[in-house]
């Protein structure tokens, strides 16, 4: 429940002209206006511009998928582990579907040096979700996730060559989150975070 | 940098996606300042507001091609880099948000009135970072972005009525402060 004048909301939000709003409510409008342009103001001192610097990042040409698992491996780093209370159930579960799809004798056929893994986030309002990585290269559109039973769960199985792999979901073509229940997380070489998932080879 | 009589956003698009990676400065140069700002204001620190920022122009480069509407690219960006600022603020918690910016030294070139306008900064910085980062998130993209709620809503992902109802809670909160400090 509001506790100042709804008044001043309708003023702020353009839905009351200044000239309708009641004159003991104008001070408190002026004020919320005047904080606003205060925070709106340039921001103090020399303006560093971050063209040089986005732009030499992005001319630098992107490490092949072998190097930048080899990166990952030989560079020392801290590791984010995360597994959230809510979500401990369906941990397990990935993992055991992860484990049984490694090692089980159920699985579909597999070429030597490839395994299985299971994408699976939880994205009730999405209309899409994809799972971007340095298996396709960060591509969307190669592996779709989806929501059989519209139940906000969102899962893709797929055939893998056996590796270490960077991945997030794509959610609505535009939204990049990192899958919190992956096996890691990792901050990668600009600072972001990406999820890791391990693909075993199944045993021959 | 002057932008006046670059391309527009969805032939800026083409040109980088064609291949023309120089062409990503237009975007650079156009949208940093604002973008700044923003992160600037939720995140309290200059430098935490850079890193997020360049984070953002990069990770927006390399996914430029998922940008469904080019001609909408200034929401696009906007989403990129609340969702960056939101990865850095649950890295550190709320209580801990810096206002790097230093309290303005007097000089004796100041006015009154300067100083004042400076004194009131820092209040109104202060009550900011006190919102919760959702509250802080919508009160900046609508009063000092100047986003409509229909723009928040495509950056934020959230319904317009929670948008608005944060705004709001915002709006209360600093009003408070400005009231308790008058």
Redesign the interface.
């Known amino acids: 429940m509001?506790?100042?004048d709804p008044r001043?909301?309708q003023a702020?939000?353009g839905e009351l002209a200044s000239e309708a709003v009641p004159a003991e409510l104008r001070r408190?409008v002026a004020?919320?206006v005047?904080?606003?342009d205060?925070?709106?103001a340039?921001?103090?001192?020399p303006?560093?511009?971050?063209?040089s610097?986005?732009?030499a990042?992005?001319?630098r040409p992107a490490p092949s998928r072998a190097r930048r698992v080899m990166g990952w491996l030989v560079t020392p780093r801290a590791i984010i582990l995360r597994v959230r209370p809510a979500w401990s159930v369906a941990f397990a579960a990935v993992v055991a579907a992860l484990t049984l799809f490694t090692t089980g004798h159920d699985g579909p056929e597999l070429a030597e040096h490839e395994g299985i893994a299971q994408f699976v986030g939880r994205f009730p309002?999405a209309q899409s979700v994809h799972a971007v990585g340095t298996f396709n290269d960060?591509r969307?559109g190669s592996i779709a996730l989806e929501d059989q039973d519209h139940d906000g769960v969102w899962r893709a199985t797929v055939v893998l060559p056996a590796g270490t792999y960077e991945y997030m979901f794509?959610v609505d073509?535009?939204?990049?989150?990192p899958d919190h229940l992956a096996e890691r997380l990792v901050a990668d070489d600009?600072?972001?975070?990406n999820s890791i998932v391990i693909v075993r080879a199944a045993p021959r | 940098?002057d932008v006046r009589g670059a391309p527009p956003d969805a032939e800026v698009v083409a040109l980088v996606l064609a291949g023309d990676?120089?062409a990503?400065?237009f975007v650079?140069?156009r949208y940093?300042?604002g973008l700044?700002?923003f992160a600037?204001?939720m995140l309290g620190s200059?430098d935490a507001a850079?890193?997020a920022?360049?984070?953002s122009?990069?990770?927006a480069?390399?996914?430029l091609?998922?940008?469904?509407e080019p001609a909408r690219l200034r929401t696009?960006l906007y989403?990129i880099v609340t969702?960056r600022c939101k990865?850095h603020l649950v890295r550190r918690s709320v209580a801990d948000v810096p206002l790097d910016?230093a309290p303005p030294v007097a000089d004796p070139a100041d006015t009154e009135a300067a100083l004042e306008?400076a004194d009131?900064?820092v209040l109104?910085?202060q009550?900011?970072a006190d919102l919760s980062p959702d509250k802080r998130e919508a009160f900046?993209l609508k009063?000092?972005?100047?986003l409509s709620?229909e723009e928040m809503a495509v950056v934020t992902?959230e319904r317009i009525p929670t948008l608005?109802m944060r705004?709001?809670r915002a709006?209360?909160a600093?009003?408070k402060v400005?009231?308790d400090h008058?």
Request: proline share 3%; with cysteine.
């Open positions: 509001s506790v100042i001043i909301h702020l939000d408190a004020q919320l005047a904080a606003a205060l925070l709106a340039p921001l103090p001192g303006a560093a511009s971050l063209e610097r986005v732009m990042e992005i001319r309002e960060w969307p794509v073509g535009e939204r990049w989150v600009f600072g972001r975070e | 940098m990676t120089e990503f400065g650079i140069r940093e300042a700044l700002r600037t204001r200059r850079q890193d920022v360049a984070e122009f990069v990770r480069y390399r996914h091609a998922t940008c469904r696009w989403r969702n990865s910016d306008r009131l900064l109104v910085e009550a900011l900046v009063h000092v972005e100047g709620y992902g608005k705004v709001h709006r209360e600093l009003l400005l009231e008058a």
